[in-house]
């Protein structure tokens, strides 16, 4: 396991880089459902509850040991939604979420994410166009606090906020070359594919 550990090489000043010294081990449950609701309508999707085990210790170079160790309980799901409105139209939505989790250093929020998008086919199924939308609330971020540097006789505390991507959106056309329909899969027909 490697996490960004910080170091006082000098009075006041923090270095900040990634050390590897622990190992984690997890163990919990997994439990997924995929159904299909009616005809054209498609439901899945998956939760994972489980335990993380962390233990480490790590030595800077003139000082004491520090220990890493942990415990957290976690918690992590996704469902998506495939739809087809009408022959050819498809809607398709995906949502995932990672709850609060407790780190060597400290704790990290939860974060949650959904990506939407919406296509139809054109020319009998010889082209598709579809318009997506990436983190449609724009929370894909998290926030993580060091509440600790491993060492019991100091006092340290960092808090930073992450973001993996802001929300965007695109719209694409695809034409088919050498592909009948059935081949294609009528492209997308029934909302089984990603776009």
Do not use: C, H
């Not at 990634?18 to 919990?28: D, L, M, V």
């Not at 299909?36 to 085990?53: K, T, V």
């Not at 989790?101 to 598709?128: C, E, F, H, V």
């Amino acid at each position: 396991m490697i996490e960004n550990s910080p170091t006082d090489p000098q009075q006041n000043i923090r270095v900040r880089r990634p050390i590897n010294f622990a190992t984690e081990k997890s163990w919990g449950i997994e439990l997924s459902a995929d159904q299909e609701i009616a005809n054209s309508l498609n439901l899945n999707g998956s939760a994972n509850l489980f335990q993380s085990d962390t233990e480490g210790s790590f030595t800077p170079e003139g000082a004491d040991t520090r220990i890493y160790d942990s415990r957290s309980e976690n918690f992590r799901a996704r469902m998506r939604i495939r739809w087809e409105i009408a022959n050819g139209f498809n809607y398709q939505a995906s949502l995932r979420y990672r709850g609060p989790n407790d780190t060597p250093q400290g704790t990290r929020s939860g974060m949650t994410m959904m990506d939407t998008g919406i296509a139809k086919d054109l020319m009998d199924g010889k082209a598709k166009i579809s318009l997506n939308v990436r983190d449609v609330f724009n929370a894909q971020n998290f926030q993580n606090t060091v509440l600790t540097d491993g060492n019991p006789n100091t006092n340290y505390y960092s808090r930073s906020e992450y973001s993996w991507s802001s929300r965007s959106a695109s719209l694409s056309f695809q034409y088919f070359f050498g592909r009948d329909d059935q081949q294609q899969g009528g492209g997308d027909r029934g909302g089984r594919g990603d776009y």
